[in-house]
């Protein structure tokens, strides 16, 4: 039974380009969530969807960051003209039921040069 | 502003020996906290969680104290081992909250 995938697992970009994480959440499980995580803290919710659908956004900045949740496929975070602040790890976690328990996946690590 | 307050940022314990971490919560809407381990390169993996209708759990050499009143919950890891060395998060979920809301995490060293 495979886990949370996400790829790719390292990703570099310059300042102004656009980068794109992609996660697949365990099977069966229909929530996914996204993460960030900035070096010696702790994670940050962004974002919670469902498939097409976003049901909580309240951790994303306002500009640049958007998910989406296809009916086919996996979720994807995008980030548009990356700056050197954008650098972390972002996290996928999915989850059977929406309520508590959340798996994670190993991450994508973004470097903004 | 949710927040959980974990200490302490570091601990470097004996094998063989008790690892306590602690957290603290405001939010009394909070009703489900788990604890995550973090190996470096890796992503956070679920440890052991617990309701607040319980005061301890325990699975293997890991417990979660809770104390509802104090609004504060512990993971203790019994005969710790070098390979427990990790980042150990704690974190809190409830209250219409969709997310996670994590502590700053604690860096543990078992020492052989």
């Known amino acids: 039974n495979a886990g949370v995938m996400q790829n790719p697992r390292h990703l570099v970009r310059r300042r102004g380009q656009e980068a794109r994480l992609r996660c697949s959440p365990m099977k069966g499980h229909s929530h996914v969530y996204w993460y960030r995580q900035l070096p010696e803290e702790g994670l940050k919710f962004m974002v919670y969807?469902?498939?097409?659908?976003?049901?909580?956004e309240s951790g994303m900045p306002k500009e640049r960051f958007s998910a989406e949740f296809p009916k086919e496929g996996p979720s994807i975070l995008r980030i548009q003209q990356v700056v050197r602040g954008d650098s972390a790890a972002y996290f996928c976690a999915s989850s059977p039921l929406g309520q508590g328990e959340q798996f994670f996946g190993p991450g994508t690590r973004l470097t903004v040069l | 502003q949710q927040q959980v307050k974990q200490s302490p940022q570091s601990l470097i314990v004996q094998k063989g020996g008790i690892s306590i971490i602690n957290c603290a919560y405001e939010?009394?809407?909070?009703?489900?906290f788990p604890w995550y381990q973090q190996f470096p390169g890796k992503g956070p993996a679920l440890l052991i969680a617990i309701r607040p209708d319980v005061s301890e759990k325990k699975e293997g050499r890991f417990t979660i104290s809770f104390n509802k009143s104090a609004k504060q919950f512990s993971l203790h890891i019994m005969d710790s081992q070098p390979g427990d060395s990790a980042t150990y998060f704690c974190?809190?979920?409830?209250?219409?909250?969709?997310?996670?809301?994590f502590g700053k995490g604690t860096h543990l060293i078992i020492q052989p």
């Open positions: 974190a809190a979920i409830g209250g219409g909250a969709d997310g996670l809301t």
């Open positions: 939010n009394t809407a909070f009703d489900y």
């Open positions: 969807l469902q498939k097409e659908n976003i049901i909580d």
